[in-house]
């Protein structure tokens, strides 16, 4: 894989809406507030990270697509506007990455069916899919070019990075935007608990544009994105250790910058956004010439990238 370039990135983040905000957060190790909320027929709270609202409101909130839209679906909106900056020019193709996808509204589309179906809300329903927010953002940013939505654990951004850069290759896009988020709502936080205690459930969006030409916004090229490392469920912590050292081990070698985004929390597929670009961020700060990440997924599957790093910084 060569020739496919980093050329915007974005965050929306508990630390607040903007990249800057996310990187200046784990640089400094200042982890942003955790909320309680309330799981029904529970005494006792959930604790979660939430993203904070935006101030001041964005231009695209006024757009009708947007004012009923899921928080998943802003915050994806969000993180993509970064991305994009004035980037302009030939089909932009679209990857939204998720894992739990619009819990949100599901949860309150089928509490209102279980109540009471003869009054739920139609408009509800919608936003129940996991491509609503691909659709949205696809409505707002004006482009009919390829949109996909993939599903998957924590490294599903990973496989989108390599999905898009296939079209870009293939020359199906010009510009493809590659987007992942979540959102928190009981039903996921208490699930997480379940397999997780110490895990905290955070939301947020992360997007990165990827480009076939470097652009003066240029700030990585991406070098490879390895194939899945597949680890058994049975006696789980070797097996997923040794699947990360099968994937670090099919990485460039060399001097790279790596950094661990888990102190804001557990976002799934957004987490790895973060941990890409504070990777990126921990190279550029150590003058290291590329960047890697590698992810172990809750599918039993591991994958891993590397980014070599460009002259510019990142916007």
């Not at 700060?285 to 039993?300: E, F, N, S």
Request: proline content about 6%.
């Amino acid at each position: 894989m060569s020739g496919v370039f980093l050329s915007g990135s974005g965050a929306v983040s508990p630390a607040g809406w903007g990249q800057e905000k996310l990187l200046v957060a784990l640089r400094g190790g200042v982890l942003p507030t955790s909320q309680t909320i309330e799981r029904p027929g529970w005494t006792r709270a959930l604790t979660v990270r939430r993203v904070p609202a935006p101030n001041p409101r964005p231009a695209w909130a006024a757009h009708a697509r947007m004012r009923r839209a899921a928080a998943i679906s802003q915050f994806a909106m969000g993180a993509s506007e970064e991305a994009l900056g004035a980037s302009t020019g030939g089909p932009l193709g679209i990857v939204y990455c998720t894992t739990c996808g619009c819990v949100n509204y599901s949860r309150r589309f089928y509490d209102e069916v279980l109540r009471d179906p003869t009054v739920a809300s139609p408009l509800l329903f919608p936003e129940t899919v996991f491509n609503a927010p691909a659709s949205h953002l696809s409505a707002v940013l004006g482009t009919a070019a390829v949109n996909y939505t993939l599903v998957g654990d924590t490294g599903v951004f990973l496989h989108g990075l390599a999905l898009a850069a296939g079209w870009l290759e293939a020359g199906r896009v010009h510009r493809c935007l590659v987007v992942a988020a979540e959102e928190v709502d009981w039903i996921i936080a208490d699930a997480l608990r379940h397999f997780r205690k110490s895990a905290m459930l955070t939301e947020g969006a992360g997007a990165v544009l990827l480009t076939r030409e470097r652009t003066g916004s240029t700030f990585a090229e991406l070098e490879c994105v390895t194939d899945p490392v597949l680890f058994a469920k049975s006696d789980r912590r070797s097996q997923r250790a040794d699947a990360l050292r099968r994937v670090a081990s099919t990485l460039p070698a060399g001097l790279a910058g790596t950094a661990d985004a888990s102190c804001m929390g557990e976002g799934f597929s957004a987490s790895t956004v973060w941990q890409v670009l504070a990777a990126i961020d921990d190279a550029r700060q150590h003058r290291l010439p590329r960047a890697t990440v590698c992810v172990p997924g809750a599918y039993q599957e591991a994958i891993g990238a590397s980014f070599a790093i460009q002259p510019a910084a990142i916007p």
